[in-house]
């Protein structure tokens, strides 16, 4: 299955950034093979509307899951609307967010967990 | 001619400068335009009579779903991440349209309509000479410049205006005072003021706006503001004492011409002060041009 992981640098041993509209990187990663790729986030750049750019990255990925810190309104409504299974409160490196994923002991949100613009602070 | 009373710290005294300078102005039609659509208090001095409330609303997309093929181009166009294009279904998020009116104008199946958003309202009203006009942005909108564009449309240069700017030196403040022929920035004088006061002046020289300081609460804090304007021949307008009865009268809605009636002489001779400045700007300017 493949997942996206916010992360903070460009292996499978970064941490895990806990922003999702102004991460540095998103991990594409496949859990069956740990085969990953990165990708670059050009919404941390943004004025305004970063998380949103950011989900339309992640849904145009073709992942089915997001792991990361925290996610605002904005991302929420649109990761929502194309079907990603979103979780928050993900730490620790990608390696081992994915080991946390795969024996099933992260769940799924219920809702934004942080307001707009805290990534920024 | 516009006059701008702006100041970069918020609580130096705009408002009570702004108020009182219109209230000093012995013309027939006076405009007094508040800005500061976030916050406007002008009225409480100034005491408007025949309130008019005007919806305020700004063009968001409205997509014909019907019609919609999904190819994505109003997103690619969107400057501002407003629309997002998923398989089958487009996302609008209104408060983060800049309302440009590209999406619609280029949608290739014309299936992208403008429809209105009300973002907040606009209330006028009159007191003797003055006719004041305000904006009012609703609680929870991101963006105050569309309201405060909409809100200086009423100006008549024909006029002496004054403008009320909100306080800050960003984006509405901006809006507020760039076509201003003056602006008069009002401080404290103390190091939080002298500051926000520096940014100001910064913007001032940015939009080369001819320039003025007023000091509020003069008296109090220390002499940094005065040093710094000295420093950089910057002119000081006006020293207002940092005195209990002007801050009590203030509190009851009073403006300071009213407690202190002798104010309305020193409000006049910078009027004069300022009309001079811009006469002579306008003079220089146009024999510039004629050298070009």
């Known amino acids: 299955m493949k997942v996206i992981v916010t992360s903070e640098g460009k292996d499978l041993d970064s941490k895990v950034d806990q922003r999702f509209g102004r991460a540095k990187y998103f991990m594409l990663v496949d859990t069956d093979t740990m085969e990953y790729q990165v990708i670059d986030n050009e919404a941390a750049s943004q004025g305004g509307g970063a998380g949103v750019k950011a989900a339309q990255i992640t849904i145009d990925s073709g992942a089915k899951v997001l792991l990361t810190g925290n996610v605002g309104p904005n991302a929420y409504e649109v990761l929502k609307s194309g079907g990603i299974d979103i979780i928050v409160g993900v730490n620790g490196t990608i390696r081992e967010a994915i080991q946390k994923f795969k024996s099933g002991e992260l769940k799924s949100e219920g809702g934004p967990n942080v307001a707009s613009h805290h990534g920024l602070q | ?292």
């Open chain 2, 1 to 292: 001619m516009i006059i701008s009373v702006a100041s970069g710290k918020g609580g130096t005294g705009k408002t009570t400068i702004s108020t009182s300078l219109a209230l000093s102005i012995e013309e027939e039609h006076v405009q007094f335009i508040d800005c500061d659509v976030e916050e406007p208090n002008s009225f409480i001095f100034l005491k408007p009579d025949n309130l008019q409330k005007k919806s305020a609303t700004v063009l968001v997309p409205e997509i014909d779903k019907n019609k919609c093929t999904f190819c994505g181009l109003c997103q690619e166009i969107c400057e501002y991440n407003a629309l997002v294009v998923l398989k089958d279904n487009v996302l609008v998020l209104p408060e983060l349209c800049h309302s440009c009116g590209g999406c619609s104008l280029l949608c290739p199946e014309k299936a992208i309509s403008e429809v209105d958003r009300e973002i907040g309202t606009i209330e006028m009203g009159k007191r003797n000479n003055i006719e004041i006009v305000y904006g009012r942005l609703n609680i929870g909108e991101a963006m105050p410049v569309p309201l405060v564009k909409m809100v200086k449309k009423y100006i008549q240069k024909t006029n002496t205006v004054v403008i009320d700017a909100p306080p800050g030196t960003s984006c509405p403040v901006i809006e507020a005072v760039k076509d201003s022929d003056y602006c008069i920035l009002v401080t404290e004088p103390t190091p939080f003021g002298l500051n926000d006061l520096k940014l100001a002046v910064g913007i001032m020289r940015e939009l080369n706006k001819p320039f003025g300081v007023i000091i509020n609460r003069h008296g109090m804090g220390d002499s940094g503001v005065e040093e710094y304007c000295r420093e950089e021949n910057i002119e000081i307008l006006l020293k207002v004492p940092f005195e209990k009865e002007i801050a009590v009268a203030y509190s009851n809605g009073i403006p300071l011409v009213e407690l202190y009636p002798d104010y309305k002489k020193k409000f006049k001779n910078i009027l004069n002060m300022i009309t001079n400045i811009v006469e002579e700007r306008a003079k220089t300017k146009i024999i510039q041009e004629r050298q070009l």
